[in-house]
């Protein structure tokens, strides 16, 4: 069996993937592949994680905790997702690092189901908009407090990918870009879920409602009817024209920040899409894009 931890990062989702896949459990539980209840599993494993302080869980833990999350005795694979697996917003930036406690706290997951395959999911997003966004739910009205002397133009995902993949080199992660998210939405479903091409997702233009709207949902799904894509790229450069013509003030995202000026987030940017590179190449990586 394979346990997928989706574990993030902060305001890159806001459940919807985990929405998307609870619309098709019936179907996907008929493959064997298990999408529980957030109710279930997230104060679990919280409970448990803080309980065994790191070590491996007994069998005997092994085993309950899995009873509690799912009612199916066997399955392929268990989907767990949850942005705060590692740590709340607030403390997503730390000791010059994105999510400084990260590493050991996939150890920790990964302790939990020692007897059990393990993959990690991840998406990425522009420090530009990623640092303002989780800054905006730390409740933290002071942003250096908030940055825990660190330095944004120094911040790297590839460096928490590393330090994942140092503690638990036999867990694989599948990574993907934020701003990629509405074009590889189908790709990343399949990607968690494991379905094969012969699987149709219900409902899987839904997320691209919150971006461009009903009128604009309505819009795409009657052109996909009438001119269905022979291809995923196909897929791709339609939705990508409907969101330029419809969620192009949505996926806008204004800046605010004391000294972050125009050429600060080129910058930050810049930065960001050379890390992306590193992120491709790194073993044990499947990165998804367009």
Known sequence: MEIVLHVGAHSTDEDNLLKCLYKNKAGLGQRGIIIPEPSRYRPAIRETMQALVGDVAPIETQEALLDSI???DQAERVVLSHESFFCVPGRS???????????LKAARLRNLFSRE????????????TFIPAVFERAKDPNFEHFLDGSDPMALRWSGLITRI???????????????????????????????DDGFRFEGVNDFLGTIMGRGGLNRLESYLETHPPQTENQRERIIAAFLDKFGAAALEQEIDLPGWTEA???????????????????????FLTP
Not at 121 to 128: D, G
Request: charged share 20%.
């Open 165 to 195: 993949r140092s503690m638990v080199p036999d867990a694989p992660i599948t990574l993907w870009c934020n701003e990629d998210t509405p074009l590889l939405w189908p790709q990343i479903l399949k990607a968690i879920a494991g379905t």
């Open 117 to 128: 395959d393990v993959r990690f999911c991840i998406a990425v997003r522009n420090p530009a």
């Open 93 to 103: 930036i730390g000791n010059g690092e994105f999510y400084p406690t990260a590493s």
């Open 70 to 72: 799912m009612d199916e």
């Open 264 to 286: 600060y987030v080129n910058q930050l940017s810049e930065f960001y899409d050379r890390d992306l590179e590193l992120l491709d190449a790194m073993p044990g990586v499947t």
